[in-house]
T-cell receptor
């Protein structure tokens, strides 16, 4: 099955600096890679996603890169703000023989943006 | 538009008690999921449903049962709660099965003593 590793588990940055969170996956057949942000006391919310036929995607201050050869993908947040403080989860989605697309989540990264 | 709503938000159970967690979505999604979230383990899929009247096992289904009698509702049951089931439970729904955005509820924090 798929195995997703996420690093670092905690990350502290100064406001205005950039933050990078990295994930690796094990199964080269995975074809969809979402990133979720979870604020305290709330459920995860999708912030950006990328499919396997794309190498990079950007949405304002957030970007995701995918290296299929190395089987890793990363989340980049530029010009960080205090409201970016949250737990971020990466995930990899793998098609199965049963028709179900199995989603495996990383363990999460707690990002703290220091004002 | 409420999205995904979970009931209750908090619950404390004694070992051996039973309970049902309710999830309701108003986005007309076919697919619904129950996850549990534990420290250092991310989100793990308990059960899922591909439509009204259907359910299937995820990666950690033991000790749980589910039902999807109506398209908008997905119920998670614990027949005999154990301390190992202490966790935060999230319900989610999506338009497609596993390769599009999943919308999550706010979570249910369950403690089994």
């Amino acid at each position: 099955g798929e195995n997703v590793e996420q690093h670092p588990s905690t990350l502290s940055v100064q406001e205005g600096d950039s933050a990078v969170i990295k994930c690796t996956y094990s199964d080269s057949a995975s074809n969809y890679f979402p990133w979720y942000k979870q604020e305290l006391g709330k459920g995860p919310q999708l912030i950006i996603d990328i499919r396997s036929n794309v190498g990079e995607k950007k949405d304002q201050r957030i970007a995701v890169t995918l290296n299929k050869t190395a089987k890793h993908f990363s989340l980049h947040i530029t010009e960080t703000q205090p409201e970016d403080s949250a737990v971020y989860f990466c995930a990899a989605s793998l098609p199965t023989s049963g028709g179900y697309q199995k989603v495996t989540f990383g363990i999460g990264t707690k990002l703290q943006v220091i004002p | 538009n409420a999205g995904v709503t979970q009931t209750p938000k908090f619950r404390v159970l004694k070992t051996g008690q039973s309970m049902t967690l309710l999830c309701a979505q108003d986005m007309n999604h076919e697919y619904m999921y129950w996850y549990r979230q534990d420290p250092g383990m991310g989100l793990r899929l308990i059960h899922y449903s591909v439509g009204e009247g259907t359910t299937a096992k995820g990666e950690v289904p033991d000790g749980y049962n589910v039902s999807r009698l109506k398209k908008q509702n997905f119920l998670l049951g614990l027949e005999s709660a154990a301390p190992s089931q202490t966790s935060v439970y999230f319900c989610a729904s999506s338009y497609r099965l596993g390769n599009t955005e999943a919308f999550f509820g706010q979570g249910t924090r369950l403690t089994v003593v």
